[in-house]
Structure formats: structure tokens, C-alpha cells
């Protein structure tokens, strides 16, 4: 008996220690919140200098009016029904939103009115989602519970998770046990488990549903949910490639997955985002967010060392992708005037300054943005913005190669000396879903402005009368076709023949990018895969010469076939037309263009086959005047065309367009000059340069089929003569036979002037 009692004590004595050790341990982890984004450290620095850091208390006072406001309106948990645009879906949104805001203010101001709006607001949501069904808009591969698809429940959680971890300490263990058991690790499983076809693959969706699950497993120190966050899914059902919500194929067979997948494989060398910069910016949050809550929560990782500091260059990567005004340049499914100024990038901004060197250049895009994150990060930036440590961010030409190691062609940006002209040609891989079967392409700027443009999309984001705020299925029988674009098209039937499969398989080619000398630039790409038998290539260069105003933009596209085809170069501008050296057939009425392959959505507006060698029209706009010189040969023709055929809900832009068309050829130039010039002031009404300094352009021939060439003739006489060799673009020496005269030079390339 008394051997039993001494037992008993023994075992009451290691529970007791046990129990002692339990609540001791969950008090010392309690009191590590917040650990996420905010760290208690970064709230004790923000209290020590609050007042004195002006960016930084601006946000703050802003943001505290914003949530103060929406607090005082009461909690709005309505039950889930409307697409994007429609007020349950903007209601959620907000709540994600509101709720990520008020964690911070609780974290910064102490007041803990905010936590306990946070607190009732996920009470009512734990309350509600054991009771929901999936969305009834069944428009997703991948419905969501509380929005139409699961990307938006990642974007809740992802915001949701930082305000949890803000009020973590403020809820007993019962209160946190209920929401997590509630909420959490079942919103948790349903984005991971229970949608694989979702979670499991390479994209932009699944960064996002990869870096939600992550963000809530490292509030609960949850290493199951973090492992598939950072690995994916061990086993999943897919067994066959799936498409997603715009018809693209993106999930592959047997294909790696994860948080650290989507780093590897989308990400080139450079930074570049194979779905193009309007997509990498919306994909830019999750990836910063998730990597700054690793950083403080999981340091060994090194996350911001991976694959060599990838995040870290996809931040200058796409500040680098942006036109002078911050607009990102709109590549594949890309809508026009998405900017540095979103939130994503002054969250990314933000990091990659407290994360990759506190690069003073950051700080000089941060001023631009005039506001900051509520964290660390955003106090360091807005501490150097205070001791005025910003130098200017000097967006040079450049070359970012795609693939994830660098060998899937890449966008090649040429910039004027004075940073005003912009020349953006792509020669990249497909992009996923997101990619536009436009191989070769490219627009061009001038002062912030669009001078030639490179469509973008068709679809009114969030705005819920046009499809629900989706994809407009003109964006597929449009902007995704080739015609589309500013580029070569054969027998009117696009790349690939518009079959993503095919080109999901193939890329472009770089073949010369050289910025050596700033005023005579060129980026150079081929395309062997876009027409069975038919090689594409284009060379394009940016010309600055005291004889012209602006720098002039000087395109060659070449092709060689085996057999005849139509082919059709088109240039899409803005403006108004001024005049052309040529006569033009204009219409009585207007026909289509075609029936298929994006012409059906084409008006013919005027047509002309000109007898002049060289053919110009210049339009003037934004009281700019812009001048298209185009080498003509006999049978060539010059047609004028505008966007909106087909398009009974006006979802289309009436943007106007030129197409230069050789109707039968196999082994040809399109020959094109872009010159900026002139100015018009409609106070003084004063016009100023208004004419072309273009005289004649003509093509060379040349007997090696190695070279190409071609020559401008201006005004005054002047005379410019290129060479291209198009098969080796090395530095070797090159000697040619051109009518008699030797000409010898080194590289792929050469430019004579002969002065009158």
C-alpha cells in the first residue's frame, strides 16, 4: 500500500510537471505573437518612433481613419453568392482587408477596440463556414466556399492569417481553440486537400493557396500545414492535365509543387515572371509576404537567398517592366494602367528594401508611392525616406531572360539616353494560361505615352456587368490571336494556330541583344516554330542621330518559307491621322476583315497599293506627330483597320491600326521606320516639325543569303546603310560584296553613315 502511494505521488508528481510544462510552454509561445509579419520587436521600434517618421505615420493616420469607419459600421458577414463585382464578393474582400488592418492598429496603437472587432468578426465567420456549401456560382475549376473560386478564399486567408497573428495573445487558449478548429485548419485543408487540382500546381492561384496555407500553418506553428506549403501535396487525384478558368492548360503530370516550386520554376534567373509583369504583380504579394513571414519565423531557411536572391531581382525585375509613369508594360493577359502604385508593390518595395541591401534607389519608387507597410519593413523604408538617403531609380535598357534557367528567350527593353522613348520586344515562352500567342512582338513609348500598343486583354476586372468581372470571350477570339499584336502573321491564322498545347512547348530565340553603344541599340530574336516551315526573325534597333528629333525606331522582320503565303505585318496607334503620301480607297461601307483567327473582330477602312517604294502616314497624337515610313514592293498593300467588329456588348476597343500586307511571298523583308517629331500646342495653335525627315528607305540586295540589308535616305540627303548578319552573332569578322563594294566590319552588325 504504501509502495502504491509513493507511486501515485510519483505519476501525480510527473503530470503535475507535465501540466506545469504545457501552460508554461503555451504562455512562452503566446508571448512570440505577433512573429508574422509583425514581430514584437518592429512594434516596440514603430511606439519608439511614432511621430517623427512622417510617411510612416501618414499610412498610419489614413489607415486608422479608414478601419475606424468601417468598425463603426458594424460586421458584415453576408452568405456568400455573387461573382467578383457583386456585394458578397466585395464584402469579403473588404472584410479581408479591414480585418488584416485593425490586427496592425491593435499591434501599434493598443487599443483593443480593434481586437475585439477582429475577434467577433472571425467568431461569426467560424460560426459560418462548417455551414457552407460550395459557391453556387459554378463558373471555377476550382469553387471556393466563400467566393466564387479558391484564389479568392487563398487571398482571405492569406490576409486573415497576419491579423490573427496581431490579436493572438489578446483571445484565451478557448477562444484560439475554437477558431482554429472552426476555421482555420479546415479553410486550411479545403484550399490544399480537398482542391489539389488548385494547390498541386505551377501558377500564380496556387502561390497564392500555397503561401495562405503557410501563413496560417506558422501562426499555429502548424508544421504539417507548412510542410505543404512550402512541398505541396504528397499524393493528390491528378492524373490528367486540367484547364483552369481561361481555358489554359496548367497543371502537369508529375510536376514538383509548393511555395518553393513556384519560386523555381516560373522565376527566371533575372527575376522575370514567365506570365508576364501584370501578373508577377499581383503574384508579388504572397511571394514577399510569405517569404518576410519565413524570414522571422523560420530564419534558417535563407528565403531571400534562394535560387540565388530571385525575390529579391523579381522586385527590380518588374519596377524595371514599367513605363516612365510606373505603368507596367502590358504583356500577355495584362490589363492597361496597373502600376508600381498598387499595393502589392509597395508591400514588395518595402521588403525587398529591408531584405536585399537597403538599396537607396528603393526608397527614391517608396517616396512615389507616398506610403508604406505597417510593419518592419515599411519603418525602415520610411526612415530612410526621412533621413533622406533616396537616390533616383534609373531604369536603364535592359534584357530579362524568361524560363527558370534563363533559355526560353526573355523581353528585351531598349531606352533612350534620355530615358523618354521605350521599346519593349518580346521573344519569350508562351506564360502559362496568361500567355498571347504573339511571338515577336512588341510596343513602343514616348514620354509615358503609347506610341504603337500591344492590346493587352479583353476584360473589365471586378466590374461585375461585364461576365462577372472575368474574361470576356473576346479575349480569346481576340487579344489572345496573333493579329492582335505587332507582329508578322501568315495566312491570316495565328501562332501555333492558337493551340496552347503547342505553344506551351516552344520558345522564341534570342539572337542579339547589345546596349554597348546608347545611341545606336539593338535587340535581335527568332522563331522557328510559329508556321510548320516557315523562320521568323526580327531586328529591331533604336537610332538616336542630330538629324532627327527623337530617336527613331527601326524595325526589319525577315522570313523564309518554302512556299508562297500571305503575309501581314499590323501596327496598332493612337491618334488622329494627318496625312499620307499615298492615295487610299476609303469605304463606302465597312467589312470585316476575315472570319476567324481575330480578323472577324477587324473593320477595313481604307486600302491602297502605293506606287511609292517608300509609303508614309503620320498621325499626330497627344500633340505629338509620328511617322510610319514602310518599304513597299510591287502588289504590296497598305490597309487602315480598326478594332470592333463582332463585338455586339462593345467589349472592345475602337483602336485604330495599320497592316502592311505582302499577299504572296516566301523569302522577304518587312522594312519599318517609327520616327517621333513635331509638336502641336493647341492654346497658341502653333504646329512645329510636322513632316517626316524621311526621305526614302529601300532594301539591298545581297547575294549571301547570311546578311541582310537596307538603307534611309533623309532630307538632307543623308544616307544610312545597315548590315545585319542573321546567322552568327558573334563578334567574328565579316566581309561583303555588295554591288561591287567590299565592306569589313566586326559583329553581327554594322551602320555606315555617308553624310551629302
Not at 508579388?284 to 530564419?299: D, E, G, S, V
Not at 518554302?562 to 463606302?588: R, V
Amino acid at each position: 500500500m504504501k509502495k502504491l502511494n509513493i507511486l501515485l505521488s510519483t505519476d501525480y508528481c510527473k503530470h503535475f510537471f507535465i501540466i506545469i510544462a504545457f501552460f508554461l510552454g503555451t504562455l512562452c509561445n503566446a508571448q512570440k505573437h505577433p512573429n508574422l509579419i509583425l514581430t514584437k520587436k518592429g512594434v516596440e521600434s514603430i511606439k519608439m518612433q511614432l511621430g517623427q517618421i512622417p510617411v510612416f505615420d501618414q499610412t498610419l493616420s489614413k489607415t486608422k481613419t479608414e478601419i475606424d469607419k468601417e468598425i463603426a459600421t458594424g460586421i458584415h458577414v453576408p452568405v456568400p453568392k455573387d461573382m467578383a463585382g457583386g456585394y458578397t464578393h466585395d464584402r469579403h474582400k473588404k472584410n479581408w482587408i479591414t480585418l488584416q488592418k485593425a490586427g496592425v492598429l491593435f499591434q501599434i496603437l493598443g487599443d483593443e477596440k480593434y481586437a475585439k472587432y477582429v475577434h467577433d468578426v472571425l467568431k461569426v465567420y467560424a460560426d459560418m463556414y462548417p455551414t457552407l456549401p460550395l459557391h453556387p456560382q459554378v463558373r471555377s475549376y476550382a469553387r471556393g466556399k466563400i467566393f466564387w473560386q479558391c484564389l479568392n478564399d487563398a487571398n482571405w486567408l492569406v490576409y486573415v492569417s497576419q491579423a490573427y497573428d496581431c490579436i493572438y495573445n489578446y483571445l484565451s487558449p478557448k477562444e484560439r481553440a475554437h477558431l482554429e478548429k472552426e476555421l482555420f485548419i479546415p479553410f486550411a485543408n479545403f484550399l490544399s486537400n480537398e482542391n489539389p487540382q488548385f494547390f498541386n500546381r505551377i501558377h500564380n492561384h496556387s502561390t497564392w493557396g500555397n503561401v495562405a496555407v503557410g501563413m496560417i500553418g506558422l501562426v499555429m506553428d502548424n508544421d504539417e500545414l507548412i510542410h505543404k506549403a512550402l512541398y505541396g501535396l504528397k499524393k493528390s487525384n491528378l492524373n490528367t492535365n486540367l484547364k483552369d478558368d481561361d481555358g489554359g492548360f496548367i497543371i502537369e503530370k508529375g510536376q514538383k509543387a509548393g511555395f518553393l516550386a513556384n519560386l523555381n520554376k516560373p522565376f527566371s534567373p533575372d527575376g522575370y515572371y514567365t506570365e508576364g509583369p501584370y501578373y508577377q504583380r499581383y503574384a508579388m504579394y504572397p511571394f514577399m509576404i510569405f517569404a518576410q513571414a519565413l524570414q522571422n519565423k523560420k530564419p534558417e531557411l535563407k528565403i531571400f537567398e534562394y535560387k540565388e536572391g530571385v525575390l529579391i531581382k523579381a522586385v527590380y525585375a518588374l519596377l524595371n517592366l514599367t513605363n516612365k509613369d510606373g505603368e507596367f508594360f502590358p504583356l500577355n493577359d495584362g490589363q492597361k494602367g496597373m502600376s508600381y502604385y498598387s499595393k502589392e508593390l509597395i508591400s514588395a518595395v518595402d521588403i525587398a528594401y529591408q531584405y536585399g541591401g537597403k538599396d537607396a534607389s528603393l526608397l527614391s519608387i517608396a517616396k512615389k508611392q507616398n506610403t508604406v507597410q505597417l510593419d518592419d519593413a515599411g519603418l525602415a523604408v520610411a526612415m530612410g525616406i526621412k533621413n533622406n538617403e533616396a537616390i533616383p531609380f534609373i531604369k536603364k535598357s535592359i534584357e530579362l531572360k524568361d524560363g527558370s534557367d534563363g533559355t526560353e528567350g526573355g523581353i528585351g527593353i531598349l531606352r533612350s539616353t534620355d530615358h523618354l522613348t521605350n521599346l519593349i520586344m518580346k521573344y519569350t515562352a508562351q506564360g502559362l494560361s496568361h500567355g498571347h500567342y504573339d511571338k515577336l512582338s512588341f510596343s513602343y513609348y514616348h514620354n509615358g505615352n503609347e506610341v504603337l500598343q500591344d492590346y493587352g486583354l479583353a476584360r473589365f476586372v471586378n466590374i461585375e456587368q461585364k461576365n462577372g468581372g472575368g474574361y470576356l470571350k473576346e479575349n480569346k477570339t481576340w487579344a489572345k490571336q496573333s493579329i492582335a499584336h505587332n507582329t508578322i502573321i501568315q495566312d491570316e491564322t495565328s501562332h501555333f494556330g492558337g493551340k496552347f498545347e503547342l505553344a506551351n512547348v516552344h520558345h522564341s530565340e534570342k539572337y542579339l541583344f547589345d546596349i554597348s553603344n546608347p545611341k545606336f541599340q539593338i535587340v535581335s530574336a527568332k522563331e522557328n516554330n510559329a508556321y510548320p516551315n516557315t523562320k521568323l526573325h526580327r531586328t529591331m534597333i533604336m537610332l538616336e542621330d542630330e538629324e532627327f528629333e527623337n530617336p527613331l525606331l527601326i524595325d526589319v522582320m525577315s522570313f523564309k518559307s518554302n512556299t508562297n503565303h500571305q503575309f501581314d505585318m499590323p501596327f496598332y496607334y493612337h491618334g488622329q491621322i494627318i496625312d499620307t503620301n499615298f492615295e487610299y480607297n476609303h469605304p463606302d461601307q465597312l467589312s470585316k476583315m476575315g472570319s476567324k483567327n481575330g480578323y472577324q473582330h477587324l473593320w477595313l477602312e481604307g486600302i491602297a497599293t502605293p506606287r511609292k517604294r517608300t509609303a508614309q502616314v503620320t498621325w499626330l497624337s497627344n500633340n505629338t506627330f509620328y511617322t510610319l515610313s514602310s518599304f513597299m514592293q510591287a502588289n504590296d498593300t497598305f490597309l487602315f483597320t480598326r478594332i470592333g467588329a463582332n463585338d455586339p456588348k462593345f467589349n472592345l476597343r475602337k483602336d485604330p491600326g495599320f497592316i502592311i500586307r505582302k499577299p504572296k511571298a516566301k523569302n522577304d523583308l518587312f522594312i519599318n521606320i517609327i520616327e517621333t517629331h513635331g509638336s502641336y500646342n493647341p492654346v497658341t495653335e502653333i504646329a512645329h516639325n510636322t513632316r517626316s525627315a524621311i526621305n526614302e528607305i529601300q532594301k539591298i540586295t545581297v547575294e549571301n543569303a547570311n546578311y541582310i540589308a537596307w538603307s534611309m535616305t533623309t532630307n538632307k540627303g543623308n544616307k544610312h546603310m545597315f548590315i545585319v548578319c542573321i546567322t552568327e552573332a558573334n563578334k567574328k569578322t565579316h566581309t561583303l560584296n555588295i554591288n561591287g563594294q567590299i565592306y569589313t566590319w566586326v559583329g553581327a552588325y554594322t551602320h555606315i553613315l555617308k553624310k551629302q
